[in-house]
Structures are given as C-alpha cells and as structure tokens.
C-alpha cells in the first residue's frame, strides 16, 4: 500500500523487476501508470495487471495524494 504525493512516483526512468504479473488499484486519487509504449491515467476504483518484466513507471498527476495498492505475483519485494 502507498500513499505518493501529486507530482510524486517512481521517477523519470521506467523499471522491471522478477515478479510474473503486477497489479495495481487505485484506492483513493488518480495515478498515470507507463508500461512499455502505452500510458494509462487510473482513477478511483480502477486498475490495471500487466507483466512486471515489461519496463513501467507511475506519477500521480495532482493534485490531490494517491493511495495505491501493489500487488506482485510472486512476491518479489
């Protein structure tokens, strides 16, 4: 579970990590969600799984906080 800030996220640089699948719901906010090519903005109540090996990265556009729940399968963390 996270809480990021509006402007906040993973950063500029996309990641990817051992884990088969991510999912991702948005509890509370919105949250812009990049894997590979494609951009995706989530709001309250959406989400998203996509395969945790393609480069990805987030960012709440504001302005309000973002809860996020993460879920990897398996775990990776």
Known sequence: LSVIEPGGGSGEESYAHDSDEERVVVLRGRLEVWGGPDRY????????????????????????????????TPPSY
């Open 41 to 72: 903005v989530l709001e309250e109540g959406d989400s998203i799984v996509f395969e945790s090996r393609i480069p990805h990265r987030n960012r709440n556009p504001g302005p309000d906080q973002a809860e996020v729940l993460w879920i990897t």
